[in-house]
């Protein structure tokens, strides 16, 4: 795995925030990025962990800096617009908060939807919405709806936690608690530079709680969409009795 120093990466970066846990966010130089996707802090040994949220690998950012992608003008742009919309998480416009539980119900983080227009659109807080607490997440993901999804037999996968309770309000009356709808943490696969895909969907993670169920995969109707639930179809061969994708009109 290619490594580099912390303080090199640093004082590449450019990071746009930190919290008290060592993690700095930055824009991320292996995808183009709208938004501060890439977290990373010093390692026991000096090097530097790296974790982009929109999928992008360590040895793609480690080659992405090394190659000079931070020098760019386009790169300096985006850490620019970042830094322009600086305002505190707790000040912001709050439009929805989706709640991550364990399988038994208890509350594990929350997903904070933002409705001021501003970047980023999404950000994971420890505690609920309030001006105290850590944000930014400090444990492992986990599917969003996941006590109901370990309950019923057929699950259907949505991308994103509205349509997630969008699709529950249309099938609750119908099926009661047979049914399940879910998604996984920060969205679908993100077509990289060149058209590589990086998934998002984290089969260590998740497969487990979809083995022995009928699962149902509602794609959004474009390539990243599609993308993903090809690869949660790949992926869940074997585990899950029956995986079906809806389909729908091409999107090309």
Known sequence: ???????????KLQSVGHSKNGWHKSVCPAHADANPSLSFREDR?????FHC???CSHND?????????????EYKEAVKKCRNNSTPPWERVVEDSYTYQSESGSALFYKIRFGDGQFPKYMTKMTPVDKFGAWGLSCEPVLYRLPRVVEAPFVF??????????MERFLRPYFDNRVAVFTNYDGAAVIGHGGSVGQKWVPWLYNRYLQGKHVFLWPDND???????????????GIAI?????KLPSYM
Request: aromatic share 6%; with cysteine; charged share 20%.
């Open 1 to 11: 795995m290619a490594k580099i120093q912390f303080s090199d990466a640093l004082s």
């Open 45 to 49: 040994d000096g090097t530097t962990i």
């Open 53 to 55: 949220f929109a999928g």
């Open 61 to 73: 950012i480690v080659l992405a800096i090394q190659g000079g992608a931070t020098r760019t003008a």
């Open 157 to 166: 996968f949505v991308e994103g936690e509205k349509d997630v309770k969008n």
């Open 223 to 237: 390539r990243p969409g599609h993308e993903h639930v090809k690869y949660m179809s790949d992926t869940l061969a």
């Open 242 to 246: 029956s995986c079906t994708t809806a």
